[in-house]
Every structure is written in C-alpha cells, then in structure tokens.
C-alpha cells in the first residue's frame, strides 16, 4: 500500500485491529500489515508574515501590502535548508476581526524578501495597516506541481479507503481525480451548456466546476452568509410602526406557519420582542403555489431613502459588445445572504397568529433593499464590473471573446463570491451559452433583440378593455420601445387614453396603433453592439407631434440596426408648421448677419439708436441658394432698438442731447468732472478733493472710465468677462426720481418689488452713486404698493397641546421690568407659574443677572416646591447662561 496523502487514523481504528507503531523504523503494522512511514523535516512548518511599511488600504479598494516573514531563529533557515521555498498564505481571523479587512489566499515565494499580499478593504472608510502587524500566516508544507504538468493529468497511486465493521454498509470504493463525478445539480448545470462545447472545452468545464461545486445550491443546502455589507434601516426620529396581524383564509394558516417554522431552522428570523410589527400578506403564484411575504410599506414611509445608483439597463447591455460567449449567475435567496444590522433588526419584525418574529437578514420587501445589494455586489467584484462581469442587483453575467477568456473571467467571479461566502442557485445560473437571457432581453454576439417569452406574450395580448390593462401593456411595450422605430408616433392613440380625467373609449385608431405595436414587436430586428472606432449615423426626423431618431453604425462598411430614439409632445410645447415658398424669407433674412443690404448699421456709438453687431452673431445660412435674387428679401431698416442693452420692455425717457447736458451741468459734481475732461486737466490729487463729499470722491476714483460723448457725460462699463463694453449715462439728481418711476411706477413697469426692479435697473443704460439704496427706498415708500399689497405673512408655528402630568412638574418663568426702584432697591421681578395648577409666584429682584435669578429660584421656590422636572423660559441671556445650566 502506498499512499502519498494525509490522513489520520482514529483511536477506535487502532484498537480494533491491534495496530503497532514502530518509530525507530518508522512502520505501523495492523493485521499483519506493515506500512512505511514518511515524514518531512518542516512539515506544516507555518510562519507568520508582517507587514513591511505602514499602508493605507482606501475604502472600497484593493491594495498590494508588501509583507515578510517574522524572524523567529528558524525561519529563512528551515526553509531554505529542506528546498521548500514555495508556500501557501492564510489570513489570520483576529486580523480581519479587528481591521475589516479580508487579505486574500495566494501562493508566495519564501527566497523572495519582500512578499505580495492583496489586501481588500470593503468598508467606507480606509484602513491603516501598521508597520509590523501581522496579518497573514504563510504554510510550506504544500507541493507544488511543475508548470508543464497541469493538475487534471495528475493520477495519483490507489488510495484504499478502509471501513470498520460499523460502517459495513458502505462500499469500499476507489477514488480516481480523473474519474471523479460531479453532483446532479452541476451535472444539469453541464449538460445544459448545449452542443457549442468541444470535447476538450467540456473537460476544462467540468473540472471548473468541480472546483466551485461548493458554490451552487443544490436546493436544500444552507445559504451563504457575507458581513461585507449590512443593510441599515435609517428611521431617523420615527416612532415605532406597530400593526395589527391580518385575518388569513383557513385553508392558508397552516402554509404560514409552516413558512415561518422552515424560516426558524434556515437562521432567517428569529423570536422578536420589538416595538415594531407588520403584517404578513400570503400572494397566491400563477402556478398555485404561495409566497410569504410581509408587507412593510408603513415602514417605508418611515424610512431615509438609500440614493445609491443602480446600472443604467441599455449601458449594461451596450457593454457586451464584442463578447461570443456568456454567462448568468443568480444568487440563491440573494438577499437572504445580506445580514441586517443587529439595531435594526427589530425594525423588520412580523406578527403572526403565532406570535411576533423578526429577520437577522435582509427581507424581501424592504425600499432601501435593492441599493444595499447593489453595493454589495459592486464591492465584491470590485475591478471586475463592465469589463469582466455586468452586474444588476442579484443578476450577474460574465462575457468574454473566447472560450478561454470567458473560463478565467468566470473563475475570477466566482472566486469573488466564494471570498464573500455567497451561493448561487443552480436552476437559475446558465454557462458556457453562446446566446443568454439577461434583463429581459437575449444577448448573442450578433447583438441585442427582445425576449421571445416577453414578446410572445405581447403577441397573444388581448384587446385591454380597462386602463389598468392598457397600462400594463404599455409599460411591457415601453421596455421595448428601442426596438420600434417611430414608437412614440405609434402609440400616441394608446397613450391619449392614459391621460387624467379622460374617458376610456376604444376607437379604431387606438385599435390600429395596438396591432402595429404588436406586429412590430415580434419582427424586431437585433440590435447591434456599439463600437467607439466605426462612425455613426443619426437620422432625425419630426412632425406636429413628436420628435424622432435612430441611432446606427457602420461596422465592416456595413450599417447594422441601431437604437430608436423618439418623443411625443407635451400639449404645452411647441406646434412644428411648414410654410413653403417665400414664407421662409423673413426667417432667413433675420438669421443673417447684419448688412448694408438690409440697412443696418455697425455702429457702436452709444447716443444712436442702432443696432450693435455682436461677435456670436452667425447666420444660419451663410451660403444662400438664391444668392442672385436678394431683392426678394425683406429689407429690415425700421429696427427700435434700445442703446447697448436690452432693457426687458422697460421705457427711458426721450431726453434730447441738450436737456442731459444742461442738467448734467446743474449736479455741482458731475458739471466739475464734465469740466475736468473737456479741458484736458489731469486727474486732480487726493489733497484737492479730500475735503469734498462721497460723490464727489467716487467719480474721481472711476475718472478714467468717464467719457464725454456728443457733450454727455457717460461711464465706461465692463461686464465680469471684460469682452462687453457698454456706456451709461450718468444721471444728475435731478433726473433720478424720473428714471425711478420709470423703472417702478409706469403700467409697464408693474409696480413690482425691490428685487425684480433692481434687476430691471441693472440692465437699463442709466447709472449714479447709491442707485440701489435709492431704488430701494423708492419701492418702500410708492403709495400704490402700500396700498394695494399686503404686507409679507408672517409665519407662526401652530398651537401644540401638552399633556401636563403632576403638579409642580413642568413650570415657566419670566422676568418682568424694569420698574420704579423700591424702598429695598428691587427693580425686577421674577415669575413662576405651574402649568398644572396654574399656581403663580412673584418674587422681587434688585437685578436680572444669572447669578440673582437662579439664587432666587433656587432659595423661594424650589426649597418651598421641590425641584420641577422642565423648566420653560424665553431664553433670554439670564437663563441661557453657564450658571443656570450647573444648576
């Protein structure tokens, strides 16, 4: 016999066939048998591995530690001395106990100093591993095979199994690794790869899954169980939810009971004392059968919603592009794997007719469920999502260009899920497919077309005889919409019957538009993948009810089908009118830059009424089709334009030249820069006009934006980007309560408040010193306005009505005065009242200081009272102080 595994033969073995032990030579003989022993010189010879320099794992993140043996005398020695320099890395429990880490199995190499481990930080917030912690331990006591001897060619020597008499009923059998068959349910699971598979793309399978069979449920096992993620329940400040247990049918009792009894065995709920409760609600399935459910919305009203994203459905089906061969993975009870936080476990609970029970994992039903598992699972395959694997919530499909691609992306998945103690179910999991069902949709490497079960139930759909029908088959058709050109013009009959208020009346139209939705959906063509190198092709189009696009490329000099984009209008948008002929002249004319033809000037002087050329304006037909025939075109000479700026339908005044001058020079200040400028004087000194007023020294620190323009004086204005350039009059006092009522009073100023006439103010061509303060108090003090609109609502927190529970237990103070000094030189006075009784006690005070008012409290009403369980003040600065609080 000769047997080159481990193993371990028990005391009661032993005894019962009389075995002997024979160290010097190293034998064992039981029942005339003698068996050789072999023995290493460091066998599970185990060391630990330190971490080499401080790390910082980010969260959510993978990081390389470089680590390296503990010196323990014996380390580099042994190893080096018996040849064994390859060993196998664990990860020590007490390490990710204490840091919520998870340090990867890895094969490592002991003549190597420095040491690689992958390190896995799941939580939200990084992790600092210290110089010299221990987070690993590394074995050297595993045989590694050669590189050119691959592990399914390996056959070891008869291993004989032998059987006590106790166990007479089990046969004697003879392992074989190459031989070795795989359980029911991975076998269905082989077998349903289909016929795409070689011979050799099928062995490679099944020792694949050999190697993950402990992954797949075979339908009676134990669910994973992962910590990397917990599901939280953030009520916030809400009471508890407590309802009352719903009647249930006779004949369904005893399915609930049963439900809730395999849930006990299962771990996933356990007897509950909380404050919480919901209802139970049994579902009757299409196949009879009942699912047990708890119906929480109560709960979930009360609940902070989880705002974490989920994949964009069309982006998780574009991302397979290029991929031949695919594979689906559905966890096992999925959220039945996700533990829930010990403190918000009671918030899950459920009443029965049997008592009160709660989940120790996520239940189903919970609105805040599908981001957790989200998260979960983006954290698990970290660095594998879209490139290796597409992920939604508990669906997971894993593609790749070749067979052999696709078996090391698949092992890389699943490796994941086994690190985060995760199980799939093996009915729902589909691999080494060349064509698969995902999201509900059949994904190839042809490209994208609808589910055929989905479509045929669309095929077979009745005409709807109530909204509720009609709605449950557009939100079926909608999920489609991508593969219908012309969707939104088609179903718009269909979508009219939706709208509020409207009755449901089935006409022809709506009649034809479900047919034609019907019969395009079942002859729709496959989309195909989109790829960044081949151009695409956008073709729009649009009518008087809807816009619409498709969205194709050119792959291989060939245009595949692509995506249809489309939207109906709402009634409040925009009408879409063709006018043919020279209708469009007028559009065309005012699209074009300004020209000598059209009668328009380029002029930027500010004291004309002309149009100011902009460097955005671009015509939007710079080449013309009838460039020989512009006497057709309109000719646009009678432009009003308001100088420099629009100014919102506001009206300046028509002043003439002369009148602005001759005012101008009335403001003592402006008539002294105005002569300042034409004389050609330099800016005076800060001497000659310190002793001046505020005006004066304003319009000296902007002098060189001051400019004289047809004997006016203006100030240069700049918008923030310095590209604009505009010129504002400057208006003497007594002009500005004319302006004033013009930006304010006339009809079609509105009369409208403080904020919207400043803003109207700011675009109008006119400025002084102060122009908001001014407009400000102009706006307060108008009669109209003060006559007509009522003043701003002060709001005013509703009356609460409080429960007052003994006397002396809830009572208020003030301080009243001052008031005329005493004989005793008390000016204040202190009052108390209770809220129950309604008891109330003054007491004289020579002050209101902190220190007064609490030794009077104290000493005249609590030693006479006792001491009241809430104290109501004001929270003036006598009670708000330190003092009062220690006391």
Request: hydrophobic share 35%.
């Amino acid at each position: 016999m000769d047997i080159e595994y481990e193993g371990i033969l028990g005391l009661d073995f032993m005894i019962k066939h009389d075995c002997q032990l024979d160290w010097k030579r190293g034998k064992i003989c039981f029942d005339g048998v003698n068996v050789e022993l072999h023995s290493q010189a460091i066998q599970n010879a185990v060391f630990r591995l330190s971490v080499k320099e401080t790390t910082i794992v980010p969260p959510g993140s993978e990081s390389i530690v470089a680590a390296q043996l503990v010196k323990t005398g014996r380390c580099h020695h042994s190893v080096k001395k018996d040849g064994m320099r390859n060993g196998y890395v664990s990860p020590l429990q007490s390490f990710h106990d204490r840091h919520d880490v998870v340090v990867a199995h890895a094969l490592v190499d002991a003549s190597q100093e420095v040491m690689p481990l992958r390190v896995f930080n799941p939580t939200e917030n990084e992790v600092t591993l210290y110089k010299d912690s221990q987070p690993a331990t590394v074995e050297f006591s595993i045989q590694i095979l050669d590189d050119d001897t691959a592990p399914e060619t390996r056959t070891p020597k008869s291993v004989g199994v032998i059987h006590t008499d106790d166990a007479a009923d089990t046969e004697s059998t003879t392992a074989d690794q190459g031989q070795s068959s795989l359980p029911d349910h991975i076998q269905k699971l082989l077998d349903g790869a289909g016929c795409d598979l070689s011979d050799t793309q099928r062995n490679q399978a099944e020792c694949f899954l050999m190697k993950f069979s402990e992954l797949f449920s075979s339908g009676n096992s134990q669910l994973g169980r992962t910590n990397i993620v917990k599901h939280r329940i953030n009520t916030g400040d809400n009471p508890p939810i407590k309802q009352c247990p719903r009647r249930i049918p006779i004949h369904k009792q005893a399915v609930a009971d049963k439900e809730v009894e395999k849930m006990l065995q299962s771990g996933v709920v356990l007897p509950s004392k909380s404050p919480w409760a919901s209802p139970i609600v049994l579902v009757t399935k299409k196949d009879g059968s009942t699912r047990f459910c708890v119906d929480y919305r109560k709960l979930n009203d009360a609940t902070i919603k989880d705002a974490y994203p989920l994949p964009r459905i069309e982006d998780s089906l574009d991302s397979l592009g290029g991929s031949r061969w695919f594979s689906t993975l559905d966890l096992a009870s999925g959220y039945w794997q996700v533990e829930v936080k010990e403190e918000d476990r009671a918030k899950t609970a459920f009443v029965t007719r049997k008592g009160l029970y709660e989940f120790t994992v996520m239940p189903f039903g919970l609105c805040n469920a599908p981001a957790t598992f989200q998260r979960l699972m983006e954290r698990v395959l970290a660095g594998l999502q879209w490139d290796v694997a597409v992920l939604y919530i508990d669906d997971i499909i894993v593609h790749g260009r070749t067979f052999e691609e696709h078996i090391e992306r698949l092992s890389s998945v699943l490796q994941r899920l086994r690190e985060a103690n995760l199980t799939l179910k093996t009915k729902k999991c589909c691999l080494f497919q060349s064509k698969v069902e995902f999201l509900g949709h059949v994904v190839s490497g042809e490209g994208i077309s609808p589910n055929p079960r989905k479509v045929k139930d669309v095929a077979e759909w009745v005409t709807p005889s109530t909204l509720t029908d009609l709605r449950s088959f557009l939100g079926l058709a909608t999920y489609y919409r991508r593969f219908i050109e012309g969707f939104a013009s088609i179903a718009r009959p269909l979508h009219a019957l939706t709208e509020k208020g409207k009755q449901f009346k089935w006409s022809d139209d709506c009649a034809e538009a479900f047919a034609t939705l019907k019969n395009k959906l079942t002859s729709s063509p496959i989309l195909a993948y989109p790829y960044d190198k081949d151009p695409f092709v956008l073709d729009t189009d649009a009518s008087q009810f809807g816009i619409g696009a498709v969205l194709s490329q050119k792959q291989s000099g060939t245009r595949g089908a692509g995506c249809s984009l489309d939207r109906e209008f709402a009634p409040y948008e925009f009408k879409i009118e063709h006018r043919p002929g020279t209708k469009h002249l007028n559009a065309d004319a005012l699209s074009r830059k300004p020209c000598a033809q059209c009668g328009l000037s380029s002029s930027t002087d500010p004291g004309k009424n002309e149009l100011s050329v902009k460097a955005d304006v671009e015509a939007v037909t710079p080449h013309p089709e009838n460039d020989g025939d512009t006497e057709k075109l309109p000719r646009i000479s009678d432009v009003d334009h308001v100088p420099n700026s629009a100014t919102d339908s506001m009206t300046i005044p028509t002043w003439s030249k002369e009148h602005l001058r001759k005012e101008q020079l009335k403001d003592r200040e402006l008539k002294m820069f105005i002569e300042i400028l034409e004389s050609g004087r330099t800016r005076p000194s800060w001497e000659e006009i310190s002793s001046e007023d505020a005006a004066v020294k304003f319009l000296w620190s902007r002098m060189e934006q001051l400019r004289i323009q047809e004997n006016v004086l203006y100030l240069r204005w700049e918008d923030a980007t310095g590209e604009t350039v505009n010129y504002k009059l400057l208006v003497p006092k007594a002009m500005r309560k004319e302006v004033m009522g013009q930006l304010h009073d006339v009809r079609t100023a509105g009369h409208l408040g403080f904020n919207k006439t400043w803003s109207r103010a700011k675009r109008s061509p006119v400025y002084w010193r102060n122009m908001r303060r001014d407009i400000y108090e102009h706006c307060v003090q108008c009669h109209e306005c003060g006559s007509r609109k009522s003043p701003t609502k002060k709001n005013r927190a509703p009356m609460q009505e409080y429960r007052i529970g003994i006397p002396m237990e809830r009572v208020a103070m003030d301080v009243a005065g001052p008031f005329p000094e005493t004989c005793r030189g008390n000016r204040f006075i202190l009052v108390v009242s209770d809220y129950f009784t309604k008891w109330t006690e003054a007491y004289a005070m020579p002050n209101h200081t902190a220190e007064t008012v609490a030794n009077t409290f104290v000493e005249q009403f609590v030693c006479r009272f006792g001491t009241p369980r809430e104290v109501f003040t004001d929270q003036g600065r006598e009670f708000e102080s330190r003092l009062f609080y220690c006391m």
